[in-house]
């Protein structure tokens, strides 16, 4: 992988895991959803404007497809994605998302675009694998029988984390195929979509009065969000330009780092030695893929 690839994937991560702390404490559904495509929407409209002044009338009805996809696609992730961060620990559910999610692509980016990975990189794929499993809480996943409740609470965040996980393997595909063969705008591709979302989720807010206690409540939060994830992941689609999807999605990875110190600080999770150690391992698999 490129350093140039591999440095906006790092900044990408520490950016992605900030907003998803915020995302955590905002404790929304999909009304908070639907607040942070509007934000989106709303703070990146002028790059969004000017680009598709330009670009949009040249688009084709399978650039459309892929954009309307991937927005639905978005949209399905961050329903599951903030239900489970209602039902459980952020240092279970994100590493399993997070986890999860990249491997399936690179696989699939394996079997289906025909991308060629080393034995390097393979293991820093299983190294990666290695440290979301100790990040959600190793082998005492299996244990515990004397905490039923907390136990609970770990199987539904390695649940709700791993369709997480398919639904960013998914977006991660459509999206990876819209700017690496259809060639589209990253910037462009990922405003259009936020368009979608913003559609798809306007039903939720008919129920006026706890839209209005909800926006009340959970504004900041999502204007954090709807303003600092787009960075993130154009960010990470530029990187899927000039590098194989394959090593960029699970290089991704490399948010566990800085979600496993910050989220287990400022939201007072337990387990930080095995999820630090889970951390490390992630680290080391993100500069095998690099090399790999």
């Not at 559904?29 to 942070?36: E, G, L, M, S, T």
């Not at 999206?175 to 939720?204: E, H, N, R, W």
């Amino acid at each position: 992988m490129p350093l140039s690839a591999l440095a906006l994937v790092v900044l990408a991560g520490l950016i992605h895991a900030c907003w998803n702390i915020a995302a955590k404490k905002a404790d929304g559904d999909v009304r908070f959803a639907f607040f942070i495509a509007f934000f989106t929407v709303l703070v990146w409209a002028p790059v969004g404007l000017c680009l598709g002044w330009q670009q949009l009338p040249t688009w084709r009805a399978e650039d459309w497809a892929c954009v309307g996809a991937s927005g639905t696609i978005h949209v399905l992730y961050f329903i599951v994605l903030l239900r489970g961060y209602r039902k459980a620990d952020l240092t279970v559910v994100y590493p399993m998302a997070r986890g999860s999610g990249p491997l399936i692509s690179s696989m699939a980016a394996i079997a289906l675009f025909g991308e060629r990975i080393s034995t390097l990189g393979f293991g820093g794929i299983a190294a990666v694998a290695l440290g979301v499993f100790l990040i959600a809480g190793g082998p005492g996943i299996w244990r515990n029988p004397l905490d039923p409740q907390r136990r609970g609470r770990l199987h539904k965040g390695m649940q709700y984390g791993l369709l997480t996980g398919l639904a960013i393997a998914s977006y991660t595909l459509v999206d990876g195929y819209s700017v690496k063969v259809l060639l589209l705008s990253p910037i462009l591709m990922f405003y259009v979509a936020c368009c979608f979302q913003a559609l798809l989720l306007t039903p939720a807010l008919r129920d006026r009065k706890r839209a209005v206690q909800h926006w009340q409540r959970q504004w900041k939060y999502a204007l954090l969000v709807g303003a600092a994830s787009p960075v993130s992941y154009v960010m990470v689609l530029y990187a899927l330009q000039i590098a194989p999807l394959s090593h960029v999605a699970p290089a991704r990875e490399v948010s566990m780092l800085f979600a496993a110190l910050l989220g287990g600080h400022l939201l007072g999770e337990g387990d930080r030695l095995a999820r630090l150690a889970g951390a490390v391992c992630i680290g080391l698999g993100v500069i095998a893929l690099s090399w790999g």
